[in-house]
């Protein structure tokens, strides 16, 4: 079973292909030939907490899809995170290195976190702040 929306919107860091995955399960559970592989709610109808996650990730989706960022990963990080992802980033592309002595322990991480935002878009999930590259 893939992660649902409260799931994800928890996570620090995802990726747009598990909101694909949890789509397309959403979507099959109330398809005419009852291929679904969730349970419905008893009269082949989904269960109305399912059929709001999956008008919220529509509504998201409406938002920001790009099917060519989509398809191969579209990388949303918590905005509660992005300090540290600012941070790790900076290491990634060598920037500053693994060893946090003086002067990498003076750098002011929050400033730098506010610079790199201007390269990412917000957007809002379930009451829940990410952002994605632009």
Not at 20 to 26: D, F, H, V
Not at 46 to 70: G, I, K
Not at 88 to 99: K, L, P, R
Not at 114 to 125: C, G, I, M, N, R
Request: proline content about 4%; aromatic content about 14%; glycine content about 6%.
């Amino acid at each position: 079973m893939t992660r649902t929306l409260d799931e994800l919107v928890h996570e620090d860091i995802w990726d747009s292909r598990d909101a694909i995955e949890r789509i397309a399960e959403l979507e099959g559970m109330n398809d005419p030939e009852g291929i679904g592989s969730a349970p419905d709610n008893g009269d082949g109808h989904m269960d109305p907490e399912d059929y709001s996650e999956l008008l919220a990730w529509r509504q998201f989706m409406d938002t920001c899809y790009l099917p060519e960022d989509w398809e191969y990963g579209e990388t949303f990080i918590a905005d509660s995170y992005f300090k540290e992802y600012a941070q790790e980033f900076a290491e990634q592309i060598g920037a500053i290195s693994s060893d946090y002595q003086w002067p990498l322990s003076h750098i002011d991480w929050d400033a730098a976190a506010d610079a790199l935002k201007q390269d990412y878009t917000e957007y809002e999930l379930a009451g829940h702040t990410f952002r994605a590259r632009s």
